[in-house]
């Protein structure tokens, strides 16, 4: 049963992000441009209304991963859903790599490795290991009573030598729990990019790096795909895939492929359904390609036909730094530099047409930065 002073907390939080005004800070604008953005092309049936409310909502559940990171009673009320019945004795037996994604309480994957007493090492990005590596592993420490220094492990995603690394650690019989929607690899540039593939994602492309693909099927490690998910702020679901064995006799470039597409088809629908609780919208727009327009046929009537003029929020939005005001589009993710003048009038409800430069008002126009109502 859930304590009171944890349902306390989360209401506390609740109610914290639902009010929170992210006008005012100049961050979190920006930020909430680019989330408008790839919800704009990956979720276009997404009213852009609702956009910001999303955007507050994945604060609040990025906030309450990290919340219950380390309340490993949480475990007690989370549903395990087609959890195939030996899949942990299994995984004593054969370490897997467990690939999971940024969605719900993501980190609670690691209590339940803990509360079951499997070795495992984490792969993620450097700058994680920086800011929380020591938190991990006094975690894991505490919860395992001590006893276990060995069966927890850190792995930069970002080291030429991570490869290596995981399997080494897949020899010790330790499983590797892989975030496969995050937006870090090993290697340089050339070595990333050779190791990347497209993929059709949602409503447009993306490409994701396959090196877990090689990985499962040079070390014929079978792979165990899992989400986590909340159907209320209080009802935490942690939902498995079956378990996806190598094919020895397939080309591993080909496997490695298929298993990316398996991978981000599972995902998906619990992507769709619950959009505010996927923290990857965050950097998302670094490996999307635009390869379905976003339609912008409704926009375009004629400008001298009417004086009610708007910014055109659906396809554009407005940020600024300490130093500069931008124009954001949204469809192509470019930024554009414009005046403290032009940044006000587009911010005011009503477009007053004598107050923008002719020539700059057709421009504005023209790509349906401004509309008509």
């Given at each position: 049963m859930l304590s009171k002073n944890y349902i306390r907390q989360l209401d506390l939080f609740c109610r914290h992000y639902a009010s929170l005004d992210i006008w005012k800070d100049d961050k979190l604008a920006m930020q909430y441009n680019i989330v408008s953005a790839s919800l704009l092309n990956f979720l276009p049936d997404i009213d852009v209304n609702r956009h910001e409310s999303i955007y507050r909502s994945l604060l609040l559940h990025q906030r309450l991963s990290v919340f219950e990171q380390d309340r490993p009673a949480i475990l007690e009320n989370v549903s395990m859903e087609n959890l195939a019945a030996g899949t942990w004795a299994a995984i004593k037996q054969h370490p897997a790599i467990i690939c999971t994604y940024h969605l719900g309480s993501y980190r609670l994957i690691n209590l339940l490795l803990v509360k079951y007493n499997l070795p495992f090492s984490l792969v993620i990005a450097k700058s994680v290991i920086k800011s929380q590596g020591g938190t991990y592993a006094a975690l894991h420490n505490q919860i395992s009573g001590g006893n276990n220094d060995g069966d927890f492990g850190l792995i930069d995603a970002e080291e030429p030598t991570a490869a290596i690394q995981m399997l080494r650690s897949l020899k010790k019989g330790k499983s590797l729990v892989v975030y496969v929607d995050g937006n870090t690899g090993s290697g340089s540039v050339a070595r990333q990019k050779e190791n990347s593939c497209p993929l059709s994602f949602l409503h447009q492309q993306i490409s994701v790096r396959k090196g877990i693909g090689f990985l499962a099927h040079a070390s014929n490690t079978p792979v165990l795909p899992v989400i986590c998910y909340r159907k209320s702020v209080t009802a935490i679901a942690l939902k498995f895939h079956d378990m996806i064995y190598p094919h020895q006799n397939m080309d591993r470039n080909t496997f490695a492929q298929t298993l990316m597409e398996q991978l981000y088809d599972f995902a998906s629908p619990f992507i769709r359904a619950y959009p505010e609780q996927w923290e990857a919208w965050l950097y998302l727009h670094k490996v999307a390609n635009i390869i379905n327009p976003v339609d912008t046929t409704h926009e375009m009537r004629h400008l001298y036909q009417s004086d009610n003029l708007v910014f055109n929020d659906r396809l554009f939005g407005l940020f600024k730094t300490s130093t500069a005001h931008y124009l954001f589009n949204k469809a192509s993710?470019?930024?554009?530099?414009?005046?403290?003048?032009?940044?006000?009038?587009?911010?005011?409800?009503?477009?007053?047409?004598?107050?923008?430069?002719?020539?700059?008002l057709t421009e504005l126009y023209k790509h349906s930065a401004i509309i008509t109502t």
């Open positions: 993710y470019m930024s554009y530099p414009i005046d403290k003048h032009l940044y006000a009038l587009l911010q005011n409800p009503r477009i007053e047409k004598n107050n923008i430069d002719v020539n700059l």
